[in-house]
């Protein structure tokens, strides 16, 4: 790690820095040749693209059938199909909690004005699943939990074949078989994205697409955005920032620290600390630990370019942190309750010595689809609520009508617009004179 | 307006065909050039744009001064001044009851796992406001009464000068006045849009921006969001679906066509019904009230392009509506009550014959800041969870770590993640070695 000594805050702004991104135009444009080709081509082009891109030709069907949902899913150990059953569980009761009201408490704002608001589920929508060296089934509990919850129509999963098999990862099928997901997709890449918002034979198209990926993926969900459907976040790599402070075992910040390194060579990795023996124990801790790993290699490549800085207290430190707005925030305090309040911009926060992030990606029960680069200045991460939309009701009785003609008139007068104070005038006319 | 009788379902799709935005890449180059230019030379840039955009040389300043504001505000007639007046008291009281728990109630996942959700303002936000043909202050109501209700922090107006003056519109100023705003910027299109995301000496820096803008503004609001600067929601012309029974007033259903028509030549008008005579009424009336407009011309281009349609009954009538998602939805039904439940797409629903859409436009309560071109299936319009993030946190005592230990280590070991199992396992040697 890069380490840096109480840094003025004047260069804040330049250890803030996440790497730039690359210019995606040729990302973006063979995305483009892709989504164009499946509009076009259909189920044809995907069965093309799992042959060309995902090393699986001759897939008997672009849909999992019954059949082989369950011989898959009976494949998952029982000790990884007992975790599963214990975090989706979790996270049932969590975002559980978090449904909202039909119909919220109607509002009278003048009277005779009545105005309310329902919440309803997003219709459709497309749950993306990477597969590449490891399949992620934690992201479609992630995703699938909340969509199940708030009774979406229509739940279509997409996660590419694997290599040479044309299969499912079992652990995917049994995550997708408990949460009772049954249009199961062989499609990865952009070209899932493009099925889902075009619609295909085998696909049906979607309402707002949901899930992380390559950066095919991530430039396909943009092409997506702009064919009016909608989706869960813009993406970037992962990340946490540990603020440490001398009560802190510096063998679980550097295990913290490893868990995001490992994710890839661009992770973010941010320490931020009050004491210098905290400090130097972390850094011994990261060079005991790293050789331990399998992915040694890329936790090492991500860990060159982060940053471990030695801050003068507490507040200063959560300064630094809300100036940053991590993904990922870990509170490695003797109090962290203490700080919540004045946390403003983070993602997830985990609190003490004995939370660490790899609970909440997993089983805590809070959802591991966060805002990433900064995004958590303005971003929520995926939560229920990514699953409804609300839609606002106004109702208006005669007295209603005749009390806000007054506001209204003059309103769109002044704006010039005419026809609008018309609307609002034929019907004063007409309750005036049927009083009369 | 075109009109179709009982048209097949499976035509459906092509009358609900909205129009093909261009091709916006030229639009989106020179947006481009425009944020370059902004990011390296700040208020000089934004003077000269104003020059030469808006036709406003020489500003002495680009904000406007406390003077400015209140010599402004106080030429807007007292007839408007308390018409707006009311609107801000009812957009008030109905985003007031938005107000989200600060702290979400804590759910206990599993005995000593406890996770939960704090609501916060995003800190700083970007409000832009057009200028043009009309000052549109009622859309600074819809943007800054929950900007201000959630607290944020800072809260930047933008606005272009006006031709020749390089002044404000009164009734803006007015109305910022009136919602306690300072910062007012006087900047316009994408220049304000960049201002807004890279920040100027004269304008800082914000976290989300909102608000509506030509293709200029729109295709900036595109490249703020690349950047990591989060907008409100896609921008596209504004649309009207209307469902109209038998007991449908054909002059009152006529007016509300023309009010959406008057927006824009690619305004969206749609009129169902179940009626033939209202159908012909409302086409002879849209003939006799359309002369009678200042925006003849406009409005007249627009039903031109736009689309009446006969269909069987109410439940038809319902089907096509929540396929299209319309931005707005007129219930001119006798009962409309009973067809709520069933509006699944939508951005507001104006309820009975006695709600214009004109009412939701400046003062019922409800915003005018809307899902359009589609977007309602899976987007809200603006409230005040607009200006929220929430924030997840998780707290894990002994027995807690003990318990998910079990569940994670498994996982974190299916997904190829070494270091995430070990960040657990660490914890539960060295609690289960400080028991023993």
């Known amino acids: 790690m890069q ?4 840094p003025d805050p004047s260069q804040w702004p330049a250890l803030q820095q996440r790497p730039l991104a690359d210019s995606n135009a040729a990302i973006l444009a063979r995305a483009g040749e892709i989504f164009d080709d499946v509009a076009s081509r259909g189920d044809e082009a995907l069965r093309q693209y799992a042959a060309q891109l995902d090393g699986a030709p001759d897939l008997a069907s672009l849909r999992v059938s019954a059949e082989e949902l369950a011989a898959g899913a009976a494949q998952v150990p029982a000790e990884l199909q007992a975790a599963i059953r214990q975090a989706i569980q979790n996270i049932t009761t969590f975002h559980a909690a978090q449904r909202p009201a039909a119909v919220e408490a109607e509002v009278e704002t003048m009277p005779g004005v009545r ?130 402070d001398a009560s802190a075992n510096p063998a679980f910040v550097a295990a913290d620290l490893l868990s995001q390194a490992e994710h890839g060579p661009d992770s973010q990795v941010v320490l931020l600390t009050d004491s210098e023996a905290v400090l130097q124990g972390v850094v011994a801790e990261l ?64 609190m003490g010595h004995l939370t660490p992030e790899a609970v909440g990606d997993y089983a805590s029960g809070t959802n591991h689809t966060l805002p990433t680069g900064g995004y958590a200045r303005a971003y929520s991460g995926v939560s229920l609520d990514s699953f409804y939309k609300k839609i606002t009701f106004q109702q208006l009785a005669p007295n209603g009508l005749l009390a806000l003609a007054p506001v209204v008139e003059p309103m769109a007068e002044a704006e010039g617009l005419r026809a609008h104070a018309h609307a609002v005038a034929l019907r004063r006319e007409h309750l005036i004179e049927s009083k009369s």
């Open 115 to 244: 105005c309310w608001r329902r919440s309803v589920a997003v219709p459709r929508v497309g749950l993306y699943v990477p597969g590449g060296s490891a399949p992620l089934f934690s992201t479609l509990l992630m995703l699938g939990i909340p969509a199940k919850l708030a009774g979406c129509r229509e739940i279509v999963l997409c996660t590419p074949p694997g290599r040479g098999t044309g299969t499912i990862a079992p652990a995917i099928l049994f995550a997708a078989q408990e949460l009772g997901l049954t249009t199961i997709i062989k499609a990865g890449g952009a070209q899932a994205v493009a099925a889902l918002t075009v619609g295909t034979a085998s696909v049906p198209a979607v309402d707002k697409i949901f899930g992380p990926g390559n950066r095919y993926v991530t430039a396909a969900k943009q092409l997506a955005a702009q064919r009016g459907v909608a989706i869960d976040m813009p993406a970037g790599p992962s990340e946490v920032l540990v603020i440490a």
């Open 287 to 350: 060079e005991r630990q790293l050789p331990l790993l399998p992915r040694a290699d890329i936790a090492r490549q991500a860990l060159a370019e982060s940053r471990a800085i030695l801050l003068t207290d507490v507040k200063t430190m959560l300064a630094f942190s809300n100036q940053y707005a991590p993904e990922h925030l870990i509170l490695a305090v003797a109090a962290p309750e203490g700080l919540a309040a004045d946390i403003y911009n983070a993602g997830s926060v985990f």
């Open 3 to 6: 380490i840096f000594r109480n």
